[in-house]
């Protein structure tokens, strides 16, 4: 908890598993008012933000780290991002660190993502 009403978060991780090594998940949500040097650099990258809004923003956060070093780590982040009265939008990405390179893994990989 952030206090106030501002936002809050939680983690659950595994460990000492069979498959994976560790492995984590974080959620997390926030809002408050943007501040001048936020909402210019919004601005700037072409988004309708003016100092003093309302947003709220969440977040989920995954990473995997297999207990074999045949299988890469795994990494995926999504965010929302969403200031009061507009429209919203959504980042976000995944990526894989493998231990030893293969080729087809990373093909298949980026695929998907």
């Known amino acids: ?13 595994l460990e000492g598993g069979s ?3 560790k492995a984590a998940c974080s959620v997390s949500v926030v809002s408050g008012e943007l501040t001048k040097e ?10 309708d933000a003016k100092a003093g809004q309302p947003y709220s923003a969440a977040a989920c956060s995954l990473v995997f780290h297999s207990a074999s070093p045949l299988v890469p780590t795994f990494r995926a982040d999504v965010r929302h991002f969403q200031i009061e009265g507009g429209d919203g939008w959504y980042g976000g990405g995944a990526d ?8 087809g893994d990373a093909k298949a990989f980026h695929a998907f993502y």
């Open 19 to 21: 498959l994976w090594e």
């Open 1 to 13: 908890d952030r206090g106030e009403g501002k936002g809050y978060g939680i983690t659950r991780v």
């Open 38 to 47: 936020r909402a210019e650099a919004m601005s700037s990258r072409g988004r």
């Open 96 to 103: 894989l660190t493998p231990y030893y390179v293969d080729e």
